[in-house]
């Protein structure tokens, strides 16, 4: 028995120093099969004791066995930990992960947003999902008015509507400041049912207003002036046409020049085939409506104000010149377009 112990005790000592000698993958499997394996220690011990004479040698080998495969697994792990540690070769290049950047449209309302806040309009959120009285009632635009059909108009029930233009902002506005001035902008999606290459049901608009008193169409054209030279250019002209809408009074389309004839209408005497004559459609603007000031709780005596409505995706086309098969793909999640910009 003594000299069984003795064998024992030298495997012990012989896994010890072995352990502490390892410094490969290579090395620590041969090991492995060294104590472990078919042919390796321990199982020569099983075949060359006598075990079926003395019922304790299998369980002392087995105590053994079992102490040699907890050692084993320490090893492996501080072993995988060493060789990580070691096999980082500093001088390589690092592996830059993806990298994602901020989207055409966010780029534009980001942009158009610092315009404004340069002139201290401040930008709020207002609902998109709206309740009537905000969206049109409140707006002054009557019952049999387009902008309350649901032919064009989400509606999601009687009196809730996904808000197909920005100036619900408006009214909130009003009702937040009690008193003016207020000079704000409420940039965000709005919803009309359409859809073809020109048009996606979900596109942006940015609505600016300012009341205070003795605001006049001269502030609104200073305004617009100040945006459309900024997000444009210095080069850009600004006109008003007189329009009609319900909320605003007197009403304007805006129409900026245009920068592939310089607001000529012409490139070498042939027709331009940008613009109109030399001029782009911004969108819709005008003194706010007293009606429009009476329902948001301001006396139209005392105050007055403007506000205009314009398309993000709009003045993004027209200033970056961007021309696209199909307007949807702003919208996709196609990557190969998206990684362009
Ligand atoms: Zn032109």
Not at 196 to 206: E, G, L, R, S, V
Request: charged share 25%; hydrophobic share 35%; aromatic share 8%.
């Amino acid at each position: 028995m003594e000299t069984i112990e003795n064998r024992l005790k030298d495997i012990r000592h012989d896994l010890d120093h072995d352990l502490s000698n390892i410094h490969s993958q290579e090395e620590f499997d041969q090991l492995k099969i060294k104590f472990l394996g078919r042919q390796g220690l321990i199982n020569t011990l099983f075949k060359t004791l006598p075990i079926k004479d003395n019922p304790e040698i299998p369980k002392l080998i087995n105590i053994l066995k079992s102490e040699i495969e907890v050692k084993i697994d320490q090893k492996s792990l501080s072993l995988s930990q060493e060789l990580r540690t070691t096999s980082i070769d500093v001088t390589l290049p690092g592996i830059n992960p993806p990298q994602g950047s901020v989207h055409l449209i966010t780029q534009a309302i980001e942009e158009i947003e610092n315009i404004f806040a340069r002139l201290g309009f401040i930008r709020r959120r207002y609902p998109e999902v709206d309740t009537d009285w905000y969206y049109a009632e409140g707006l002054n635009i009557p019952k049999d008015h387009p902008a309350r059909d649901d032919q064009e108009t989400f509606y999601l029930d009687k009196n809730i509507v996904l808000t197909a233009h920005t100036s619900n902002g408006q009214l909130h506005e009003m009702e937040l400041m009690k008193h003016p001035p207020i000079k704000m902008t409420n940039i965000g999606k709005t919803y009309r049912r359409q859809t073809d290459a020109t048009h996606n049901p979900m596109f942006h608009q940015f609505e600016g207003l300012l009341i205070d008193k003795d605001i006049s169409i001269t502030h609104l054209i200073g305004v617009t002036e100040y945006f459309v030279k900024s997000y444009f250019g210095l080069d850009r002209e600004v006109r008003l046409r007189p329009h009609h809408f319900q909320f605003t009074e007197p009403s304007f389309e805006i129409d900026i020049s245009c920068d592939i004839c310089q607001g000529k209408g012409k490139i070498n005497d042939k027709r331009c085939k940008i613009c109109k004559s030399g001029w782009l459609e911004l969108g819709g603007a005008g003194m706010v409506h007293p009606n429009v000031l009476r329902n948001g709780g301001i006396d139209p005596e005392k105050y007055s104000g403007f506000a205009f409505g314009w398309g993000v995706e709009r003045v993004l086309m027209m200033k970056s010149g961007l021309k696209l098969p199909d307007l949807r793909q702003l919208f996709s999640d196609d990557l190969r377009f998206l990684k362009q910009f």
